[in-house]
């Protein structure tokens, strides 16, 4: 059966609507899995909440998983708890912790009352770990052995637990002594093929890599970068296992972080925004930061009306008040992209602000003598007036230093002051600049007046 993906949510919840449950999970199998994701969001709240409830728990944690976060927290707190903790069970413990994490306390324990005593403990453990450490991002499902435990032993309880470990992590397992503490790894290859009376300890690695549940996500990037590691075992102060943090996780919380920065440097500051969410929640949230850019548009355009003469004497300068400004927003723009990343990988301190500067002051200097000799050229061959090629590259120069100071240093100032320097880095840079790049043009333009009138006949 083929189906048409793009409408396909409507036919899926027609069927649910009509009590047809066999066919809607025939509908949905018909539909590549990779599309899921699309379809399941196109599904209004309650007809999610309808599909889930419907099907059993081990397909509804499926399906959830492929919903955006913020889809699976709103059909999570509006299932019954008993679906709900059902579907928790089947989830991984990372995704378990960090729902319920994301839920309402009441609605927490709410569903924990329903789930496993084990699962519920875990969950709430995890929850309390941040997103972007180490115990926020790993899995407890790990396989730890004594290591005076036997070969023939540690292969009998695969063999007994099999059906347990099939969604475990298992190219490594975890050796720990006879007070818990982990002190070694054993590859699976090395397990298969020793002789069964083999203890582990005599196969194991020693002296394993190992990292702290309070272990920033910074830190495990270097770690992962400078080894080939599939998993990182994180361990308590007494170097007890907690679980794996695993390089895949890594790298998804890493592109998260960066794709969240990214929102709210274009003005996306109420959390994930998508087109599936209600009217008036993505207006609100959008109109609450375009309604600010206003006021500070208001005051760059309050520059242009200080100078209104000479604007009105000498009109070409018109065209190029929007090209400095935007020039040199694109400098600082890239100034405040390597700031942040220099921030997120520990590579600069917010207190080291005049090394910042006088790194960003060099290469603003070169830049700037370059577009304004570029963008001079073109303003004296298009009007014929050498000064007005003089005063636009000046300008421009001049902007583009104002721009990568700004553009360097205020990530480093808001983090100083524990405010989110994706937020505001944006809306400073682009007020400033705007007001210098046409005080610039139109003070220059003033003082040079008497050289920038046309000729008359």
């Not at 083929?2 to 025939?26: F, N, P, Q, Y």
């Not at 036997?150 to 695969?158: K, Q």
């Not at 470990?165 to 590859?187: C, T």
């Not at 007005?388 to 104002?402: D, F, K």
Request: glycine share 8%.
């Amino acid at each position: 059966m083929e189906v048409d993906v793009a409408d396909s949510h409507k036919e899926l919840a027609r069927r649910l609507e009509s009590g047809e449950l066999t066919s809607a999970l025939e509908w949905l199998h018909a539909i590549p899995r990779h599309d899921w994701s699309l379809v399941l969001s196109r599904l209004s709240p309650d007809e999610r909440g309808e599909l889930l409830t419907a099907v059993d728990p081990e397909l509804g944690a499926e399906l959830l998983e492929e919903l955006p976060d913020v889809h699976q927290i709103s059909v999570i707190e509006d299932l019954a708890a008993p679906t709900a903790a059902a579907i928790l069970d089947q989830l991984p413990s990372d995704l378990q912790g960090d729902l319920i994490g994301e839920l309402d306390d009441d609605d927490a324990q709410r569903i924990l009352g329903h789930m496993t005593p084990e699962d519920a403990s875990t969950a709430l453990t995890l929850s309390r770990y941040e997103d972007d450490e180490a115990g926020g991002l790993m899995i407890t499902e790990m396989l730890r052995y004594a290591e005076r435990q036997t070969v023939a032993s540690v292969i009998d309880d695969l063999r007994v637990h099999a059906e347990e470990y099939r969604d475990f992590e298992i190219q490594y397992s975890y050796v720990v002594d006879q007070k818990g503490a982990l002190v070694g790894v054993l590859r699976m290859r090395d397990l298969l093929l020793a002789p069964h009376g083999t203890t582990l300890d005599r196969l194991m690695i020693r002296d394993p890599l190992f990292v702290r549940a309070e272990t920033s996500i910074e830190e495990l990037g270097e770690i992962f970068d400078e080894h080939s590691y599939l998993g990182v075992p994180v361990v308590d102060a007494q170097q007890r296992p907690l679980g794996v943090v695993l390089r895949r996780a890594v790298d998804d919380a890493w592109a998260e972080q960066q794709d969240a920065a990214l929102l709210k440097l274009q003005g996306i500051v109420g959390g994930e925004e998508l087109r599936s969410m209600p009217l008036m929640t993505r207006s609100s949230r959008r109109l609450a930061w375009l309604s600010i850019n206003i006021v500070l548009n208001l005051l760059a355009a309050s520059i242009i009306a200080m100078f209104q003469e000479t604007l009105s004497t000498v009109i070409a300068l018109a065209v190029f008040l929007p090209i400095i400004s935007d020039m040199s927003g694109c400098s600082g723009n890239q100034a405040v992209a390597v700031s942040m990343r220099e921030l997120s990988l520990g590579l600069v301190r917010p207190t080291e602000l005049l090394r910042v500067w006088l790194k960003e002051i060099s290469v603003g200097l070169l830049n700037g003598i370059a577009l304004g000799a570029m963008i001079g050229a073109v303003a004296w061959a298009w009007q014929g007036m050498p000064m007005l090629g003089v005063v636009v590259a000046i300008a421009l120069a001049l902007n583009t230093l104002v721009a990568v100071s700004i553009g360097g240093l205020v990530p480093l100032l808001l983090r100083r002051w524990n405010l989110d320097p994706a937020v505001a880095s944006g809306p400073i840079l682009t007020t400033i600049t705007d007001m210098c790049g046409f005080f610039w043009v139109l003070g220059l333009a003033t003082l040079f007046l008497d050289y920038l009138k046309p000729a008359t006949g």
